[in-house]
């Protein structure tokens, strides 16, 4: 007998293996997400993924097919009525593999398999590409009017849109540069970021009434009872968020990590754990 | 049958079970509730992973 080239077989034999993944096949088709062992739902993806693939194409041959697995003539119908027009725009990976905390009786890790039915999300990259074409495109139309310019501009567009991507990247680094060089020229002469904000002071504590830190070097801020508050040196106090951000500041990990009821979240997470 | 040719000594014994030792697992804190989680896994107190929410995840102390 050949041995098994996917690991052990599921249950103890062909037989019950075939029965287990067309059993939990149903059951993804009917819930869209299911609670497994993982080695089961690593085992499920392919063919779920498989099954899905029939039902977008979508005819009686293919229907048949897919009832030799799912033998549930509902699950079917749900399956190529419902989830296959959902995943039409998607080119594979119609499932998604979530690990979560191991079973208590035996310990065995488990996961969540769970269909992803949600539009085709585009990838920020090309998201930001589009936007360095657009740019460009615009550069272009500037550049037409003032003849000296042209030379520098057009060399400036073709890049963009050649490489649109690396451009993208890399205005982002000259941006991100021009900001720091910004930065550290200012950094010697001792900045003021309007009359909410506060000089670092000497001993690094926080000046009486400004308690949110800012890092001048990130240009982000810091509410007290967040994450990196602790961690952080503050180059500069404000008064509250508000103050920060009208100074240019952004909100260190994003704005729910910082917002106003940031250490007061904690103070939940400590007592739940 | 094999048998052994020798009595095992404590000292071998001892030595062999010297070397069973227990690593520590990594921990990372979660992004969502700042609970202590282990990476690649949905977090057991508030059941997120990568922004979406997990019921399944998410455990009480009993359950372990």
Not at chain 1, 14 to 38: G, K, M, Q, V, Y
Not at chain 2, 1 to 20: E, F, G, I, L
Not at chain 2, 45 to 64: F, L, N, P
Request: charged share 30%.
């Amino acid at each position: 007998m050949p041995a098994p080239k996917k690991g052990p077989r599921l249950g103890g034999g062909p037989a019950h293996e075939r029965l287990i993944l067309s059993n939990l096949a149903t059951a993804l088709f009917e819930h869209d997400r299911i609670t497994t062992t993982e080695a089961k739902a690593k085992r499920l993806r392919p063919l779920a993924e498989r099954l899905v693939t029939f039902a977008k194409r979508g005819d009686l041959h293919n229907r048949r097919k897919v009832l030799a697995i799912v033998r549930d003539k509902g699950v079917v119908h749900r399956l190529f009525t419902e989830i296959a027009p959902d995943v039409a725009d998607r080119q594979g990976g119609y499932t998604r593999i979530t690990k979560i905390a191991p079973r208590k009786g035996d310990n065995a890790p488990m996961a969540v398999i769970e269909l992803v039915r949600e539009p085709v999300a585009k990838k920020a990259v090309v998201t930001q590409a589009e936007g360095a074409t657009r740019r460009a495109a615009k550069d272009e139309a500037k550049a037409a009017a003032p003849a000296e310019t042209v030379e520098v501009n057009e060399t400036a567009s073709e890049d963009a849109t050649e490489a649109a991507m690396v451009s993208a990247g890399a205005d982002d680094v000259a941006q991100t540069d021009d900001a720091a060089g910004a930065g550290a020229d200012e950094t010697a002469e001792e900045r003021d970021f309007g009359p909410d904000s506060h000089p670092a002071t000497e001993d690094g504590a926080a000046p009486e009434g400004f308690d949110v830190k800012g890092n001048a070097d990130s240009m982000k801020y810091h509410v007290p009872g967040s994450r990196w508050y602790d961690n952080t040196t503050a180059e500069v106090w404000f008064r509250s968020a508000e103050a920060a951000e009208a100074a240019g500041f952004e909100p260190a990990g994003g704005a729910a990590a910082q917002g106003a009821d940031a250490g007061v979240e904690l103070g939940q997470a400590d007592d739940d754990s | 049958m094999a048998v052994p040719k020798r009595k095992m000594s404590r000292s071998n014994t001892r030595h062999r079970r010297s070397q069973w030792k227990a690593a520590p697992i990594a921990l990372t804190t979660c992004p969502q509730c700042q609970a202590v989680a282990t990476p690649h896994q949905a977090c057991p107190s508030c059941g997120t992973y990568g922004g979406r929410h997990y019921a399944a995840a998410e455990r009480t102390e009993h359950q372990g």
